[in-house]
């Protein structure tokens, strides 16, 4: 059971957008930064968003973060087939002294 | 180019010991945080343990805290994770990860390749 709550699964068509929640608690999400990553199958994880929603170098602006109180999303735009991934919310938590991750959540595009 | 290289997985028995490593390279790497992030099979990413340069700490999730151990050696760009009292549990793609700054421990920007790490008797 991940501290951090996030959707199984989502899916949308290519070209579409869709979005991915991550829900934590005052000591994680409430109180820290929240960063994103991808992983493709068969990959090591990719920074896609760090501190809540600035984007590392070389990552596309249809990528975009947002967090509000307790909860983070994860925004994609012009969804390609090369999206379909996994997708992970993580952060600092203050108690225990510990990054935690969201459970992942799997982008199928349709 | 930034790029770490582990190495050290394998069969272990449970109550066994393994000494991970992760060479670093293309960044000053002592001044930059470190984390290890490992995957079960199947299964999310977990943190296990991070370093940091600004404060000096390393910090452990629960599962580990007490059996395994984090370590660096910046004279040779190498970062070690030694495990012991190996669980079934513990298998996994170990990950070694650069933070974006010296005290950073969530916001990995460059991960290495994995090493396999199988505990089983």
């Known amino acids: 059971q991940s501290v951090l709550t996030q959707p199984p699964s989502v899916s949308a068509a290519p070209g579409q957008k869709v979005t991915v929640s991550c829900s934590g608690g005052?000591?994680?999400?409430?109180?820290?930064?929240v960063s994103w990553y991808q992983q493709l199958p068969g990959t090591a994880p990719k920074l896609l968003i760090y501190a809540n929603n600035k984007r590392p170098s070389g990552i596309p602006d249809r990528f975009s973060g947002s967090k509000s109180g307790t909860s983070a999303t994860l925004g994609i735009t012009g969804l390609q087939t090369g999206d379909e991934a996994d997708y992970y919310c993580a952060t600092w938590d203050s108690s225990p002294l510990t990054v935690v991750f969201g459970g992942g959540t799997r982008l199928t595009v349709l | 180019e930034v790029q770490l290289l582990e190495s050290g997985g394998g069969l272990v028995q449970p109550g066994g010991s393994l000494r991970l490593s992760c060479v670093a390279s293309?960044?000053?790497?002592?001044?930059?945080?470190m984390s290890w992030v490992r995957q079960a099979p199947g299964t999310g990413l977990e943190w296990v343990s991070g370093h940091s340069v600004h404060s000096g700490a390393t910090f452990y999730s629960n599962p580990v805290k007490g059996r395994f151990t984090m370590s660096r050696d910046n004279s040779k760009n190498t970062l070690y994770l030694q495990m012991n009292s190996l669980r079934v549990e513990d298998t996994a793609v170990y990950y070694c990860?650069?933070?974006?700054?010296?005290?950073?421990?969530?916001?990995?920007?460059?991960w290495g390749q994995g090493t396999l790490v199988t505990v089983s008797s």
């Open positions: 990860a650069k933070g974006n700054s010296g005290g950073s421990f969530n916001e990995l920007e460059y």
């Open positions: 293309g960044f000053t790497f002592s001044t930059y945080a």
């Open positions: 005052s000591s994680n999400i409430g109180s820290n930064l």
